[in-house]
């Protein structure tokens, strides 16, 4: 049974920092990237960042740069997103997903599967 188990959310405030975790299982780590993606309320669904766990390889979207870390931890089939300088409009629902290696393709649509979320509240 495929399963991404997301974890690491919570109550920040404005300038914090949060690890989000995304452990797999079920299926072949390294033959997928997995993104994560967030939606706060009444928005849209948006990718974040994304890392092909076979080479390394990351990509971040323009509004993500800067203050998120994506990396991966293959022995343990674990993806990571450091989250630095958390702003109020980070609050969202953090979702990790697993698709196909064209990282930009993937944070884009979105992955074949799909964890629950964690929720992040950021503070001002």
């Known amino acids: 049974e495929v399963q991404l188990q997301a974890s690491g959310g919570g109550l920040v405030q404005a300038g914090g920092s949060l690890r989000l975790s995304c452990a797999a299982s079920?299926?072949?780590?390294?033959?997928?990237?997995i993104g994560w993606f967030r939606q706060a309320p009444g928005k849209e669904r948006e990718g974040v960042s994304c890392?092909?766990?076979?080479?390394?390889?990351?990509y971040y979207t323009d509004s993500m740069k800067g203050r998120f870390t994506i990396s991966s931890d293959n022995a343990n089939n674990t993806v990571y997103l450091q989250m630095n300088s958390l702003k109020p409009e980070d609050t969202a629902v953090y979702y990790c997903?697993?698709?196909?290696?064209?990282?930009?393709?993937?944070?884009?649509?979105?992955?074949?599967?799909w964890g629950q979320g964690t929720e992040v509240t950021v503070s001002s």
């Open positions: 997903a697993a698709g196909v290696r064209w990282l930009e393709r993937l944070c884009e649509i979105g992955g074949i599967y």
């Open positions: 079920g299926f072949n780590f390294d033959a997928y990237a």
């Open positions: 890392i092909n766990n076979s080479n390394g390889r990351t």
